[in-house]
């Protein structure tokens, strides 16, 4: 069980005031603060500082909290799995990235649920900054992510690979043209990925080995959501970089043009990170071989 002090602790960041804690909490001001004091005599630290806009956690107090919503978490997660284990159950938290969020995860979903109907899962998307973090701090179980998550910690199983690349609208000029080039690029419009997400990291460090920066080029929309990034550079607003394997259907249909970045070739990968420590292990496994190797059901 969860020591009430680490829940007034996580009450009180959250709220940046002691009457405010204590209204939430049910107890009165004193209590709040007597608590805090026992945390701060327990590991010989302050915790909180007064700021203009309410408390601010010292550098101290930021380890400490950072170490008690992963025992929160925990403890909820250890409930839950009690309670799934009397009703046979079958839960986990997975992290997608935006792009994979749109693309495989129901070829690779549909059919481990159709296996096992007792499966609960969910799904929650994030960049990969976010999921990183989830991961670290086991919000989640494992994710599905485009790139990698360096660390000790963590073991990656490649599932598959794509890239990256050009589209532009059939109306652009660009779609009548075999090749581009960089410095032809930066004479264009670009609507891109916001910072942190993992294509966009992917195609700053593919820039870099070419002796190029992002900040050379003309980004006027930065945004999460392929779907609109798609439509807006089929009306022509600009061009994208985006993953292939989220314009198939686009390109069939006519509707997107990709068009190849001359000697410019950005391979991505799709793989699936877990803590070493994952008592999920058979499940990913099964996962990889159902995705690798669907006539195998």
């Not at 608590?35 to 309410?54: D, V, W």
């Not at 839960?91 to 935006?98: C, D, E, I, S």
């Not at 899962?121 to 973090?133: E, F, N, R």
Request: proline residues 3%; hydrophobic residues 35%; charged residues 25%.
């Amino acid at each position: 069980m969860i020591d009430q002090k680490i829940i007034t602790l996580l009450t009180l960041a959250k709220t940046g005031n002691y009457t405010k804690a204590a209204d939430i909490l049910c107890i009165t001001q004193p209590a709040v603060s007597h608590q805090i004091r026992l945390l701060e005599e327990q590991y010989g630290i302050k915790i909180f500082t007064k700021g203009r806009k309410g408390l601010k956690s010292t550098a101290e107090g930021e380890i400490l909290l950072e170490y008690a919503r992963k025992a929160l978490s925990l403890s909820e997660r250890v409930k839950q799995a009690i309670e799934d284990s009397r009703n046979c159950i079958q839960r986990f938290t997975v992290g997608v990235t935006p792009t994979l969020g749109e693309t495989i995860v129901s070829q690779i979903f549909t059919p481990y649920c159709r296996e096992h109907p007792e499966a609960h899962i969910v799904i929650v998307t994030h960049s990969l900054k976010k999921i990183s973090s989830m991961l670290k701090s086991d919000e989640i179980d494992w994710a599905i992510i485009d790139g990698n998550i360096p660390g000790d910690d963590y073991t990656s199983v490649l599932l598959d690979t794509d890239y990256l690349c050009l589209v532009v609208s059939p109306r652009h000029r660009f779609a009548q043209m075999e090749t581009v080039s960089l410095s032809e690029l930066k004479k264009e419009k670009l609507i891109m990925r916001s910072q942190n997400t993992g294509t966009r990291t992917l195609f700053e460090n593919h820039l870099s080995s070419h002796s190029e920066n992002i900040k050379n080029f003309n980004i006027i929309i930065e945004i999460d959501n392929i779907t609109t990034i798609k439509e807006l550079v089929s009306s022509n607003l600009g061009v994208s970089i985006i993953a292939h394997s989220a314009c198939k259907t686009e390109e069939a249909s006519g509707t997107l043009v990709v068009v190849p970045i001359r000697n410019l070739t950005m391979l991505r990968e799709i793989n699936c990170i877990f803590k070493k420590d994952s008592s999920h292990t058979e499940i990913l496994e099964e996962i990889g071989r159902i995705y690798t190797n669907p006539d195998s059901l």
